[in-house]
C-alpha cells in the first residue's frame, strides 16, 4: 500500500514507510515488501475523521454555487432588453434539416436587413407549409450558432405552453419583412450581439395571450402582438 500510494500520496506513502521503520521501496517491489521481525516505528493515523459539521463547511465551500449564483445574477443585471434587435421577418422558404430529424432550416427576408438563415426545432409542431409565407418576430442581433453544421443567425420567438409550442406570427396587417417589433416603453440601444443564455436571462413569458419581455408587452407599428397561447414561456 505504501507504494502503491507514493505518485498520488506521497506524505501519506512516507509516513507508512516511517511507521514500518523501514525506507521507501520502487515499485518493482510491489506485493512483495517484507519487513521480517525488526521493530517498527511509532503508530500514527494517516488520516483524521471528518465531521458532519467541517464535511458540510467543505462542501459549501468547493462546490462552486456561490460562484455559479454570483455570475448568473451578474448576468441579469447586466444584459437588458435595450439590448434586442427584434425584427419582422417573411418565412420565403422551409426545408428539413439533413442532419436532425427535429429541426427546419428556413430562409427569412428581413427587409433592410436582407436575407437570413435559421434553424429551429419546430419539425413535432408545424408542416412545412404552414410556416413558408408567414411573418414571424427574429431576435435579430443574437450571436450565430451551428446547430448540427448549419449556420443559424437569429432565433424566431414561439410561444410555449405545457401542451404545445405556437411559433409568434405577425399579422400583415400591421407589419412587414424589416419592421422592428419593439418592447413597450422601452427605448432600443442595439449594443451589438448577444449569446442565448444573456437572452434566456430575460424574463420570458405569455400572459392572457400577450408575449412579454422584462413585464413588457411586444409592439410593432404601435398595435400589440398577441400569440395564440394564453399562458406560457416565450422562446
Not at 43 to 48: G, R, S, T, W
Not at 59 to 71: C, N, P, Q, V
Not at 94 to 121: F, M, N, Q, W
Amino acid at each position: 500500500l505504501a507504494i502503491l500510494l507514493e505518485p498520488f500520496l506521497p506524505a501519506t506513502s512516507k509516513s507508512i514507510f516511517e511507521q514500518l521503520a523501514t525506507e521507501q521501496k520502487p515499485w518493482s517491489d510491489i506485493g512483495r515488501l517484507s519487513i521480517g521481525e525488526q521493530d517498527i516505528g511509532e503508530p500514527a493515523l494517516l488520516f483524521e475523521k471528518i465531521d458532519d459539521k467541517t464535511l458540510e463547511k467543505l462542501k459549501t465551500s468547493f462546490d462552486g454555487k456561490d460562484e455559479l449564483e454570483h455570475a448568473d445574477k451578474k448576468v441579469v443585471e447586466e444584459f437588458i432588453p435595450e439590448r434586442l434587435d427584434l425584427r419582422v421577418a417573411k418565412i420565403v422558404k422551409v426545408e428539413k434539416h439533413p442532419k436532425a430529424d427535429k429541426l427546419y432550416i428556413e430562409e427569412l427576408d428581413v427587409g433592410e436587413l436582407g436575407t437570413r438563415t435559421i434553424v429551429s426545432g419546430l419539425v413535432p409542431y408545424y408542416k412545412p407549409e404552414e410556416l413558408a409565407g408567414q411573418q414571424v418576430v427574429l431576435v435579430s442581433n443574437l450571436k450565430t450558432a451551428t446547430l448540427r453544421g448549419v449556420e443559424s443567425k437569429g432565433m424566431l420567438l414561439a410561444a410555449e405552453s405545457k401542451e404545445n409550442v405556437r411559433v409568434l406570427f405577425v399579422p400583415q396587417e400591421i407589419g412587414k419583412p424589416g419592421d422592428k417589433v419593439l418592447i413597450d416603453d422601452i427605448h432600443p440601444d442595439f449594443a451589438g450581439e448577444f449569446t442565448i443564455d444573456e437572452f434566456f436571462s430575460l424574463k420570458l413569458e405569455v400572459k392572457e395571450f400577450t408575449p412579454r419581455i422584462n413585464t413588457h408587452a411586444l409592439i410593432v407599428n404601435g398595435k400589440p402582438l398577441m400569440a395564440e397561447v394564453q399562458n406560457g414561456k416565450l422562446g
